[in-house]
Structure formats: structure tokens, C-alpha cells
């Protein structure tokens, strides 16, 4: 991998490079490598929750001369014709195949991209994950719901219908979208800008996530506030707060923590308790 990303980064600095034959074939390796699953774009650095306090947020290694490979790739890549059944697309990427043999369910008009990767036991509705994405094994990818290019979404996760996950590949510096283990993600959602949400928190329908979103908690008896982090387990509603302009005070949204799921053995137990119990709408 080191001499993968020692390329990467020369060819990056130097688009001509392209033309050599063993620099194109390293980037070809890197989005190989991304569609197996044996690389990917961000990675956990701490493994568990209790090594840390419950409401910090879980540090990432964002590996970015991985994303500097997707975007080489697409230099290198040309227009092609595909066909499926009666169905034609005219790409630079071509579609992920051979969903049997890694033990996902995708169904018509499911769409992934080469270069994603889907664990065993992902179920794809209708819907649509790009290049350089990761979803966790047993998740859930629901009715016209998007997992953008380069966003890692855990394990045992539900997107609900039409959620938005946004996707990253430029700037560089910029960090993509983290969706942790067990979160249940509400209809009609938008997380975008490098959000991270942490493990077993259910976001309601409609919340929208961005770097500037307030993420104010409001169970206890001061408010606290966040700023593209949603603490684990953490339950969360739309909410507005008014904000001052020079025509008035308008109310602009935000999203409200109303609580935390209760710790279960029994995780698909503890969010249907959690949806009751604060009514989040889903």
C-alpha cells in the first residue's frame, strides 16, 4: 500500500504521469482495492465506545490520497455505453456487479457504483450508492435513499426512504460523511458536509445536518450545543431557533436532542422503545 500511495501522490502532483502505464495501473489497483473492500476512505481509530467519554466523538483517519485516487481515476476513465435489459446508461464508471457472491440483496431499480463497497447483508432498495461509499454489513439502504461518493456508513444501519447522505471527493480536506453502528437515519433526512453521527442514535424525519446545523441537547437543564457531531445514541428532532436579521427575527432550523436510547443487549428492541417513547417521527 505504501508504494500504491507513493504513486498516487506523484501522479497527483503531476497529472502526466497518467501516461505511464504503471501510474495508471496503481490507480486502477486503489478503486479495485475500494470495490472489495480491502482499502476504503475513512477508517475507525478507536474500536470501542468505552475507551472514551460517551458524548466525545469517535476519532477518524480520513485517508485522503484514497479520494485523491477516485478523482484520478475519473481523469483516466472514458465514456462508455451500458447496457442492462432495456435500460442504457452512458458513463465514465461502470456498475458494481457480482451482488450474489458478496451476499447483498439489491433490488430493481437499485444502482451501485464500481469502486463502492457493500458488506454481506446489505439490502439495497430502489436507490443508489456512489464511488469510493461504504455500507456496513446488515444495513438497510431504503426506497430512494443516496449514500454519496466516499460517506461510511456503519453496520446494522436503517436509511429510511429518501434520505439524503451527501458525498465528498473535493476539497481535499474536507471529510466525508459518518454514519456509526445501529443508527437509525428518519425519512427524508439530509446529512451532508462530513457530519458524523455516532453509534446507535436515531435521527427523526426531516432533520437536516450540515457543518453550520446547531445540534442543541435540550434533556437537561442546560442546553448544550454541537456542531456537526450527533452524540451516540442520541435521539433527534427538526427543531427552529430564531436568529436576528436585518428584516427581523426569523426562525431558522436546527435540530433538537431530546434524549438517549437506553443501553440494550437487544438494539432493534431499544429503538422501537425509543421511537415510542419520544414519538420521533420516522
Partial sequence: MQTLQERIEKCWEDRSLLADPSYAEAVYEVVEALDKGRLRVAEPLVPERKEREEDQERPWQVNQWVKKSVLLYF???????????????????????????????VVPHALARYGSY?????VMMPSYVNIGARVGQGSMVD????????AQIGAHVHLSGGVGIGGVLEPLVANPVIVED?????????????VHVGEEAVIGANVCLTRSTRIVDVSGPQ???YR?????RSVVIPGSLPKQFPAGT???????????????????TALNEALREFSVPV
Fill in 75 to 105: 481523469s483516466l476513465a472514458k465514456m462508455q455505453t451500458m447496457e442492462v435489459g432495456p435500460f442504457e446508461f452512458h458513463d465514465k464508471i461502470p456498475l458494481k456487479k457480482d451482488f450474489q457472491q458478496a451476499g447483498v440483496r
Fill in 118 to 122: 457493500l458488506e454481506p447483508g446489505v
Fill in 143 to 150: 426506497t430512494w435513499a443516496t449514500v454519496g461518493s466516499c
Fill in 182 to 194: 445501529h443508527c437509525f437515519i428518519g425519512s427524508r433526512c439530509i446529512i451532508v458536509e462530513g
Fill in 223 to 225: 442546553p448544550k450545543e
Fill in 228 to 232: 456537526a457531531w450527533i452524540p451516540p
Fill in 250 to 268: 426569523y426562525q431558522v432550523p436546527c435540530a433538537l436532542i431530546i434524549g438517549k436510547r437506553k443501553e440494550s443487549t437487544d438494539r432493534k
